[in-house]
């Protein structure tokens, strides 16, 4: 982002001006991809027996042991994406200004070893999940940025952002232990969920945990604003040209300093006293037009 061309190097370090003026193609303008991990791609991924497809590792030809001795005891993955909708920039007022429109969203997850031999060996047996974990957390955020020379050495700048929260969940599972008994599946855990997706849980009228309502799901879930929140970048650099070596310059950047409140945040939690038992789905149709 220290290059000159790039337009957009202000979202890094708010002190850093453009060359001129700009105005990004709505959507197409910047769009931001990060994804980070312990496992990638291809430990899920594999080829087909016919050498030309490619399967998921829930596929027969699959050996499952090939599949897990590749798989952690914890896999972590982690994504960002940024989707700048609307972006300009123009210089006024003294110095350089950019206005952002922009979505975001957070995601990470730790993913047991466990879970995944449940997925690829179903069967009798008895499984342990610990330490399941889902964070995400999505966002839009209008932003409006300033920057300006105080001296001919010294530049400072800063971005204001309002965030609107759309979808946030954060889901934590320390503890679930799952066997098989005859035809049934006894699942005992340990966890709780706080969840913003415009929605509500739904209770159940039979069942209890501890003398508290027992959740059976999560209904209308509608898009909207979940949340509100706001933000701030800061940054400031100094060209020591004159100090100590020609094109030298320092610079110091504080990014997303503010807040997020989610509104409605739907909370449950289940314990391993009272286990579940699944028997299966019932009343399951297909139908078919054709």
């Given amino acids: 982002y220290f290059l000159q061309g790039n337009?957009?190097?202000y979202r890094l370090h708010a002190a850093?001006?453009?060359?001129?003026?700009y105005i990004a193609l709505p959507v197409l303008g910047n769009i931001g991809i990060n994804a980070a991990g312990n496992v990638g791609l291809a430990n899920f991924v594999y080829d087909a027996p016919?050498?030309?497809?490619?399967?998921?590792?829930?596929?027969p030809s699959v050996d499952a042991d090939d599949f897990l001795g590749d798989i952690d005891s914890d896999n972590q993955i982690r994504a960002n994406i940024d989707l700048v909708v609307l972006s300009g920039g123009f210089f006024a007022f003294g110095g350089y200004n950019t206005i952002d429109v922009g979505v975001h969203s957070r995601t990470s997850m730790n993913l047991p070893y466990d879970m995944f031999r449940f997925m690829k060996t179903m069967g009798a047996g008895e499984y342990s999940f610990?330490?399941?974990?889902?964070?995400?957390?999505?966002y839009l955020d209008f932003a409006l940025g300033h920057s300006r020379k105080i001296t001919e050495e010294l530049t400072v700048g800063a971005r204001l952002k309002f965030l609107f929260g759309v979808a946030y969940a954060d889901v934590m599972f320390d503890r679930m232990d799952i066997s098989m008994n005859g035809q049934q599946w006894r699942i005992n855990a340990m966890g709780s969920a706080n969840i913003a997706l415009g929605g509500h849980y739904t209770y159940s009228d039979e069942k209890?945990?501890?003398?508290?309502?027992?959740?059976?799901?999560y209904d209308d879930v509608t898009p909207g604003l979940n949340g509100f929140g706001m933000g701030i970048d800061l940054g400031a650099t100094y060209d020591l040209s004159d100090v100590l070596t020609e094109g030298l310059t320092v610079s110091a950047a504080l990014n997303d300093l503010g807040f997020?409140?989610?509104k409605k945040v739907?909370?449950?939690g289940i314990s391993p006293e009272n286990p579940y038992m699944f028997n299966g789905f019932d009343n399951i149709s297909i139908h078919d037009d054709v």
């Avoid at 016919?50 to 596929?59: C, K, P, Q, S």
């Avoid at 610990?130 to 999505?138: A, E, G, K, P, V």
Wanted: hydrophobic share 35%; proline share 2%; net charge positive.
């Fill in 208 to 217: 209890s945990i501890n003398g508290k309502t027992a959740v059976d799901g």
């Fill in 266 to 268: 739907a909370k449950a």
């Fill in 260 to 262: 997020m409140n989610w």
């Fill in 16 to 21: 850093l001006m453009n060359d001129q003026n």
């Fill in 7 to 9: 337009p957009y190097r």
């Fill in 50 to 59: 016919n050498g030309r497809d490619l399967v998921t590792f829930m596929h």
């Fill in 130 to 138: 610990s330490d399941l974990n889902i964070n995400t957390r999505n």
